[in-house]
């Protein structure tokens, strides 16, 4: 995660960084403690609007899962970048891996810059 954190760094310099415990405002737990970067309106139906990061990772049994937020198409992930990425399942706006080792690296700073800019 280091590693992965100081690549994000390198491509997002000023980026506002988040880091979330996972807990909602009462206090339970609801997912995975995340570390996130950037800074992104999120939209929801009904007009409601909710500052949040534009890239986030965050640790868990099965290894790593990278966000990749505010995309519109949930296709494009998988369609633009999995078959290059290397061993990893990616989603909508989630990728998830084992091991940075398991993955083509130039491909993923491709995503990473993808996820840092207006989408």
Not at 29 to 46: A, D, K
Not at 103 to 115: A, K, P
């Amino acid at each position: 995660m280091h590693i992965l954190h100081e690549l994000i760094l390198k491509i997002m310099p000023d980026a506002q960084l988040w880091f979330l415990d996972g807990k909602n405002n009462e206090g339970k737990i609801i997912s995975n403690p995340n570390i996130g970067y950037g800074l992104l309106n999120l939209h929801y139906t009904g007009g409601k609007t909710k500052a949040f990061y534009q890239i986030g990772m965050s640790a868990n049994t099965g290894g790593i899962s990278l966000y990749i937020m505010g995309i519109k198409d949930k296709a494009y992930l998988a369609q633009t970048f999995a078959r290059q990425l290397g061993k990893a399942n990616v989603s909508g706006y989630c990728i998830h891996f084992k091991s940075l080792k398991d993955l083509n690296m130039t491909v993923l700073e491709e995503i990473i810059r993808f996820g840092s800019g207006p989408k």
